[in-house]
Each structure stands twice: as C-alpha cells, then as structure tokens.
C-alpha cells in the first residue's frame, strides 16, 4: 500500500539544512522506514481479512468492501484533525500519538471478534485513524534527510520497505489466521482467529510508540499548512496538475486496493486457479511483492527517465494485464492480475511528487489535498464490490482497468515535466 509522500517538506529550507547536518539523520531514517513497514504490513492484512469476513458473516461483496471503505474512508476524514494535531504538537509526538491509536485500533479486533461485523469495521476506522496520523507526522522527515532534487527517487526507495511490509502481510496472515480456521470450525472460531496476531500487533505498535518518543530525531516545526487542502480558498487548486494528479491519486489508491482486497476470491474461482483462501493468501504477497521490486527498479530508472513517461509505461502495461485477466482464464489469467502489482510500483510517489511539482509555499496545502485523495482505496473497491455482485468477480476488474487508463493521460500529458533539471 502507498503511502502520503509529498515530494518537497513544508519546513523551511534553513530547517532542512540544519537536518541534514544532524548526525542521527542515519539511525532516523531508519527509525521512519521501520513505521512504513508498519503500515504497509497492517494494510496488506485487510486483503485477508476482507474474504474471511465475508465467509463468516455470509456477507454480499458490497458488504465485505466496507472494511475499505472504513479503513480509507479515515484517510479523508481524519487528515484535517491530524494536520490540527501535529501543528500543535510536533512531528514526532504526533508519530508517537499515532502508533498509540493504531495501537487501541488493533486491541479492538479482540472484542469485535465476539460483537460482529459493525464492530469489525469500527476497529479498521480506529486503526486507519492512527496511521493517518502517523503518515501525517512522519513523512516531513522523509524530506528533510536529503537533497530536494532527489526527492522522488528517495520516497520510491523508502516505500520499498512500506511494500516489504504489504508482501510479508498477505502471508502472515494467511498462516495465522486463515489456516487457523475452516469451513468446518464454525463462525465463531474463524472469528476468533484474528485474535491473537491483532492483539500482537497492538503490542508492537505500542513498543514503537515507546522507542519513538524516546528516539533523537531531527527537530522539524510543523508549517501552519500542514495537511490543509484548503477548499474554497483557490491558491493550490487553480494548479490544472494538481488537480488532475489528485484525480490520479484517487484512482490509482483505488485500482491498487480493489485488485489486492478480490484477488483471494479472483484465485478462488474454479476457471482462474480453484485455491482456497489460504492457499490464495500466498499468492496476494507475490502482488503486493512486485510492487516492492518494481519501486527499487524505479528508484534507478527514474534518475534518467522522466517521471511521466514512466508513469505513461507502467499505466500501460497495467491495463493490458488487467484486460488480460479479465478475459482469459486458468493460470494466464491468475498470472496477469498479480503482475499488475509490478506496474503499480512507482505510481504513487510519482503522481504525488508530479502534481506538487512547482507550487511552492501552496505545497502544504496540496499535501492535504492528495492526502484526501486516498479516500479512493475507500469508494473504487465499494464500487468494483457492486460489479462483483451484479456481473461476477473476474468481470469487475474492468474497473481497475478503467483508473489505470486515466492515470496513462496524466504521465502521457506531464511527461515533459523535470525535463530542465
């Protein structure tokens, strides 16, 4: 999963290079790289959850999607309270706040497991809620340790390890709580299963608060327009760019959620691979495992392709193999969809440092504005969850290819940008 990476900081530039002298820059960059692996990892575990759930609850595809739609909805709804919350705190107790909610988030998996599915899906709100914050806060740091000129490369190379942790995800779960349970133990002990490994998350998270508040990091002030998208006041949103590279953002978050959280199912169908749930876990880690490979790769070409055209390639290829897969069948089919995570690599930092290409003091405020894009991960699996139900699982995926076509126009249309760096 992508995570909010704008491409310059709101701190000033004597901040940056007051950062950048700092000794400790090293041990904090690791510190930050630890949290996205977090995050990547406890994102991943929905794609897991999403058809466990729907097995338990016996729920509609339109139903089992509200686990995004509250897990992303908190992106859109949290990030104006958490950018109040870091200007009033700082960075690093805004990170430190951040894991303690994700935290709490985790620790309600326990009782929701004997209250529903509603208190399922409020646990996901409370646990989005916390990483929200967390991104908030940690990733100024990421551009404050190193040159602005290589900002994009530097976020593609530190999202790595946010999708080393998407890959693990799939599969941890899929030992600990798909394997755990089955057909034959009955609703209450397949909902059981997402006891522990949640619980040992909150722990986790908990010990990272902990390590986090008494780390030495940098000391970077929160900018008054930190995660502000500032609608109705004009400034960012008369940039034709940024607009469309929200737009961007939207669908790609989107199209990148959709595929993870039907692939279980996709692989379940008796025409594409026949694969239990768990046994279809294994292969969600090879989709979000391209990803990561994908993002080393484009941390080298980038440095001497444009942004766009790389961009325009990868949208490409993803539709073809999304095509592909929605009509072939067997193991050309199954092949095709996962390697659409390949091509997802570099589109999220890409889109996101392209529309904040030269706005300046308006960067702030259009950080906020992709921040809240990502409520796409939220409504595009809600609406592929309707085709699912209405046309079949393999049929849906024709909306993915759909977002992937949009975000082929935007790097087609910006593919000059950089070209005089």
């Known amino acids: 999963m992508a995570s909010i990476a704008p491409d310059s900081s709101p701190v000033t530039q004597q901040e940056a290079a007051g950062a950048r002298q700092d000794g400790g820059n090293t041990g904090a960059l690791v510190i930050v790289t630890i949290l996205f692996f977090m995050w990547g990892l406890i994102t991943s575990l929905n794609d897991v959850l999403i058809p466990h759930l729907k097995s338990i609850y016996t729920l509609t595809y339109v139903q089992a999607m509200l686990v995004q739609f ?21 960075y690093q107790k805004g990170a430190v706040a951040g894991l303690l909610i994700a935290a709490c988030g985790c620790a309600l998996f326990y009782p929701a497991s004997f209250g529903g599915y509603g208190l399922f899906l409020f646990a996901f709100f409370v646990l989005a809620s916390g990483i929200t914050v967390l991104q908030v806060a940690a990733n100024p740091y990421v551009t404050v340790l190193g040159a ?19 890959t693990i995800g799939p599969a941890v779960g899929g030992l600990l709580i798909l394997s755990a349970g089955g057909a034959a133990a009955g609703a209450a002990a397949n909902a059981a299963t997402v006891r522990g490994p949640y619980l040992g998350l909150a722990a986790a998270l908990a010990l990272l608060a902990v390590l986090f508040y008494a780390a030495r990091l940098p000391q970077v002030a929160a900018s008054d327009d930190v995660a502000q998208p500032g609608v109705g006041q004009g400034a ?9 590279g929200a737009i961007g953002i939207f669908l790609y978050v989107g199209a990148e959620v959709s595929i993870g959280s039907f692939l279980i199912n996709f692989l379940g169908e008796s025409h594409i691979a026949g694969l239990s749930h768990a046994e279809a876990s294994r292969y969600v880690s090879i989709y979000w495992g391209g990803a990561m490979v994908g993002r080393f790769i484009g941390f080298a070409v980038m440095r001497v392709v444009s942004p766009g055209k790389t961009l325009a390639f990868n949208s490409l290829l993803a539709i073809t193999l999304v095509l592909a897969g929605v009509f072939g069948k067997g193991s050309a089919a199954m092949w095709a969809i996962l390697a659409v995570g390949l091509c997802n690599s570099i589109m999220f930092p890409t889109i996101f440092s392209m529309a904040l290409h030269g706005l300046g003091k308006y960067t702030g405020q259009a950080s906020g504005i992709l921040c809240m894009a990502i409520v796409g991960g939220a409504l595009v699996p809600f609406a592929q969850g309707a085709l699912a139900d209405s046309f079949g699982v393999q049929a849906s995926f024709m909306l993915p290819a759909a977002c992937y076509t949009f975000i082929l126009y935007f790097g087609a249309r910006y593919s000059s940008m950089y070209a005089a760096q």
């Not at 602005?148 to 998407?166: H, P």
Request: hydrophobic share 50%.
């Open 70 to 90: 509250c897990f992303f909805g908190a992106y859109f709804i949290v990030s104006i309270p958490a950018g109040a919350l870091i200007r009033r705190i700082g």
């Open 236 to 244: 960012a949103w008369a940039h034709r760019h940024l607009v469309l």
């Open 148 to 166: 602005a000129r290589t900002a994009s490369s530097r976020l593609t190379m530190t999202q790595a390890f946010n999708s080393l942790g998407t």
